[in-house]
């Protein structure tokens, strides 16, 4: 079966600009969690979705923000970017939290 | 909060050595995951591990949760240049946010 599909894998932005990333978890699957990921810090928990309703929140500004839909598929956007908002963003999903999480490949952000 | 702690931070092993990564744990777990990540790219789901004293084992990587719950090990059998990348310990703490250790970077030698 088709797994975890993040769209876009590259994204170059400029700072002040917002951004919209797409993940489509595998079927079935109705826990979406977002990951950032930098070399500095590693990988980090942004929120978790379950039935389109945000069940977990890391500890990240109020511009990082998500959304997922009655199909399970998921968005995340961030405003007002900062430089340091650069990395390697992921998603995974699962059937519910504590069970096997799948990742997606990733979108790799750059702001400029 | 809850913070996971993973040794040896990097491993250099010549092809066919067996070897262990450690995950230390600052609190009981509930469930442990070990995850691989080649450079760049997505994270692939190894083992998830929820009982102490639980062990598990996929092709030639073995994993364990101590009975205490607080350590976990990944044990590599016989490596291959296929088991390079970044192997990463994750966990729910008490918030049931998700956490990762900072992850062991492992590098096989032909």
């Known amino acids: 079966k088709a797994g975890v599909t993040q769209t876009p894998r590259y994204l170059i932005k400029t700072r002040g600009q917002q951004v919209t990333l797409s993940c489509s978890p595998i079927s079935g699957h109705r826990s979406v969690s977002w990951y950032q990921q930098t070399p500095g810090q590693g990988l980090q928990f942004l929120f978790e979705?379950?039935?389109?309703?945000?069940?977990n929140k890391g500890n990240f500004p109020g511009r990082f923000s998500g959304r997922q839909f009655s199909n399970s598929r998921s968005e995340m956007n961030v405003s007002t970017l900062e430089l340091g908002d650069s990395a390697l963003y992921l998603c995974a999903s699962g059937r519910d939290s504590y069970t096997e999480a799948f990742f997606g490949q990733g979108t790799r952000l750059t702001v400029v | 909060s809850q913070e996971l702690e993973q040794s040896p931070q990097s491993l250099i092993v010549q092809e066919g050595k067996n070897l262990t990564i450690n995950c230390t744990s600052s609190k009981t777990l509930y469930g442990l995951y070990w995850y691989k990540q080649k450079y760049g790219e997505g994270l692939i789901f190894l083992m998830m591990?929820?009982?102490?004293?639980e062990e598990k084992s996929h092709e030639k990587i073995t994993a364990k949760l101590d009975e205490k719950k607080q350590q976990s090990s990944l044990h590599i059998t016989a490596s291959q240049p296929s088991h390079a990348g970044i192997y990463l310990c994750g966990a729910y703490n008490y918030g049931q946010n998700f956490v990762f250790g900072p992850g062991t970077r492992l590098s096989v030698l032909p």
């Open positions: 979705y379950f039935s389109e309703t945000q069940r």
């Open positions: 591990l929820q009982k102490g004293g």
